[in-house]
């Protein structure tokens, strides 16, 4: 019989080996041997997925690895959920997420909430084709500390701009940060619009928000760009 | 030198008269601004569905290519669910469910995809990838064979003649329901997922027989390989999974020496010698803001390789004709050394270019592009 420290560090592995039988098979040791579901998540599955988002930063792993650790992260919250304690369920902070409005891809937005829920965070995602006023409305009824906007397509990005005068106008913008991200999108345009950060790829993003809840004590939101 | 000897001799690795020009990926918003700022009418969005109407459009900006693009779908009949004011969901011909924009070019978003379990691929769409449906111009049934060989005759007296086909992986995500989803139907399924690229490869190569007994002069495959951070799988899996497939699709126009091109967006240079090993010629589009820089990639794989594309859309895009001079002549003075380059934009043009700096971009690319090259 595995000791804690064992399985934990197996289900890590597993993650890190995108071995979904064995985060299935593994989670279920833990909630067998007594481990508490919140540490193997946040020591065990999330440790792993870590490793597996600085592979895919260092060209071991592709996007494709990085797909299959996400699948296996799901399986094993899906196994390991239930079974969290109400008084767990807090969190690092809360994201606000979403493609802007003509845009339809959620790729890279599904990679970033998929590392950012395994950091810890809460992560509300309004899916694709979302409007400036969606997106404030959003931020105004949910209190996000962190907006994040994807787009793909060169066409689609003005709408990133759109949405942060639309925040400012409705008073929201000095309890937000701002991350933006997609392919076509450079550290000089989120300059030129306002956001607080480009994420190049959705490890960085992650890196990024969890630099800034780091620094919540900070009185000016620091910028990465 | 016509264009058809001359992207013949590119390809051939041979120096041409000047350096290869083809650009036909506009989004629709940008043909309409142009359209505002004085382009003609007759010049429009090409349509593979009515291949003469896209004539004037290669005509306007002197493309060298044209292509034949092929239906290769399990031909499902499309079914309209719901039609809004710029969008529809309907089912497709490759039996998907999917949102489309209608008044604009974006990807669409799948919403219920055919193939979701090896079950789903084997009785909906293995049974339909019947090269020998008369439907189909590869079938020895196929009744309209001397009209498609007239079709292309008549084309390469203007231009040279490729077939374009989707290729096996982005086949694959149109069943599968987009990107996202095939990735993890792969990595979930790896070992079905090698019989269903070349169940696709093996499909796509006999349909390439046909339009090679109606004359073509090449292939060109799309299949996007990579987004921003590199190919979407490890060197491994691709040489696993996917490159039977493309040597497949490649062979029968290897065996009779005729080129073949693949275009694939994002940064693949971990692939590049494998995509070479499978059989392809030549690369497009060379993307710069994700790194295929065309000069290092001439110096790189300029032997066994011709590059199509690498001008820089955002400096298109940016007005400053001096600088869209500066990158055409620096690129083609790379790139085009000793011949094996036809210039293009990295990319679909978008509406951020305006048609005064397109025209100066093709301009320059004419200026530079001469053998001996003055870049």
């Known amino acids: ?225 | 030198m016509d264009s058809r000897k001359r992207i013949a001799a590119i390809l051939d690795g041979q120096e041409p008269d000047r350096v290869g020009f083809q650009d036909t990926d506009f989004f629709s918003d940008t043909i309409e601004r142009w359209h505002a700022e004085g382009l003609p009418r007759a010049v429009d969005v090409v349509k593979p569905s009515l291949p003469w109407l896209n004539v004037p459009a290669l005509k306007y900006f002197g493309d060298d290519i044209y292509v034949v693009w092929t239906d290769i779908s399990p031909k499902y009949d499309a079914i309209d669910y719901q039609v809004g004011e710029d969008w529809c969901i309907a089912k497709d011909e490759f039996g998907a469910t999917k949102k489309s924009w209608t008044t604009r070019s974006a990807s669409p978003q799948y919403l219920e995809p055919v193939v979701k379990t090896p079950q789903d691929f084997r009785e909906k769409i293995d049974p339909l990838l019947d090269h020998e449906d008369m439907r189909r111009v590869s079938s020895s049934h196929y009744p309209f064979k001397h009209e498609l060989a007239q079709m292309v005759n008549r084309f390469q007296h203007e231009f040279f003649v490729v077939v374009g086909m989707v290729g096996p992986f982005e086949y694959s995500t149109y069943l599968c329901g987009g990107l996202a989803a095939t990735l993890i139907f792969v990595m979930k399924n790896q070992d079905f997922a090698s019989y269903m690229f070349s169940r696709i490869g093996d499909f796509l190569r006999r349909i390439g027989e046909g339009y090679i007994e109606a004359g073509v002069d090449g292939l060109w495959l799309f299949d996007d390989q990579g987004s921003q951070d590199g190919p979407f799988f490890s060197p491994r899996l691709y040489a696993k999974l996917l490159k039977p497939a493309h040597e497949a699709v490649c062979e029968p126009f290897r065996r009779r020496r005729l080129p073949r091109l693949i275009h694939s967006d994002g940064y693949l240079e971990p692939i590049v010698s494998y995509l070479i090993e499978a059989g392809f010629v030549a690369l497009h589009p060379l993307q710069n803001k994700v790194g295929m820089d065309v000069r290092r990639l001439k110096e790189k794989y300029g032997k066994e390789l011709t590059l199509i594309g690498g001008i820089d859309t955002r400096i298109l895009s940016s007005g400053d004709l001096r600088a869209i001079e500066n990158e055409v002549r620096s690129k083609i003075g790379i790139a085009g050394q000793g011949g094996g380059y036809i210039v293009a934009s990295d990319g679909p043009v978008p509406p951020t270019i305006s048609l005064a700096s397109y025209r100066f971009f093709v301009e320059q690319a004419r200026k530079y592009g001469s053998y001996p090259l003055k870049a």
């Open chain 1, 1 to 225: 019989m595995l000791d804690e420290r064992e399985i934990l560090d197996r289900l890590k592995d597993c993650i890190v080996n995108l071995d979904i039988p064995c985060v299935q098979e593994t989670c279920r040791d833990a909630l067998a041997g007594g481990i508490s579901a919140y540490r193997a998540i946040v020591d065990g599955l999330s440790k792993g997925l870590e490793i597996v988002g600085g592979k895919y930063e260092t060209k071991e792993y592709y996007l494709a690895d990085l797909m299959l650790a996400g699948e296996a992260m799901k399986e094993g919250m899906r196994i390991l959920q239930p079974h969290l304690e109400r008084k767990e369920l807090g969190t690092l902070g809360k994201v606000l997420i979403g493609t802007v409005r003509g845009d339809l891809h959620d790729l890279g937005k599904n990679v970033v909430a998929m590392f950012l829920e395994a950091a810890g965070f809460e992560v509300i995602d309004l899916g694709t084709d979302v409007s400036a006023q969606k997106f404030v409305d959003a931020a105004l009824s949910q209190n996000p500390d962190i907006l994040g906007m994807s787009a793909l397509l060169t066409t689609t990005m003005p709408e990133m701009k759109k949405t942060i005068r639309e925040i400012e106008k409705a008073g929201s913008r000095a309890a937000l940060r701002i991350i933006i991200g997609g392919a076509p999108v450079s550290s000089e345009y989120g300059e030129e619009i306002g956001a607080d950060a480009v994420g190049s790829d959705a490890v960085e993003g992650v890196n990024v928000c969890k630099a800034w809840i780091d620094r919540r004590t900070c009185v000016r939101p620091e910028r990465h760009i």
